[in-house]
């Protein structure tokens, strides 16, 4: 079992960075690939970003490709989303996800997830 929580959401004018993190206690953090996902009001849940347990391996949606950045300090057992170029389409609940294996792009490949930070972009 992995407990996962979610900080570094907040209100951003569009344009703006921002950078999400997550901290896991419990099992060891080098089991997991790591995810993060978001959630838009009335939207189903998306893929953002994922990473490999070493780090090595990251994957991206097209939407925040070249603008996203993940990546985990394993020292830390953190794992940071950094956010740039932010746009209105980009305000979701934001959510931190974790498997063994290898990092996947859809949700239902995850069990373990945190309760989620509002990011918020104003025009």
């Known amino acids: 079992q992995v407990h996962l929580v979610e900080s570094g959401g907040g209100l951003v004018q569009a344009g703006g960075s921002l950078r999400l993190s997550c901290g896991a206690s419990?099992?060891?953090?080098?089991?997991?690939?790591m995810g993060w996902f978001r959630q838009a009001l009335g939207k189903e849940r998306e893929f953002v970003a994922a990473?490999?347990?070493?780090?090595?391996?990251?994957r991206y949606a097209d939407s925040v490709k070249d603008r996203f950045t993940i990546s985990r300090d394993i020292a830390k057992n953190t794992v940071y989303l950094q956010m740039n170029s932010l746009k209105a389409e980009d305000a979701a609940v934001y959510y931190c996800?974790?498997?063994?294996?290898?990092?996947?792009?859809?949700?239902?490949?995850?069990?373990?997830w945190g309760q989620g930070t509002q990011v918020t972009v104003s025009s």
């Open positions: 990473i490999s347990r070493s780090g090595g391996n990251t």
């Open positions: 419990g099992r060891t953090f080098t089991t997991f690939a």
């Open positions: 996800a974790a498997k063994v294996g290898n990092p996947e792009t859809v949700a239902v490949a995850y069990p373990h």
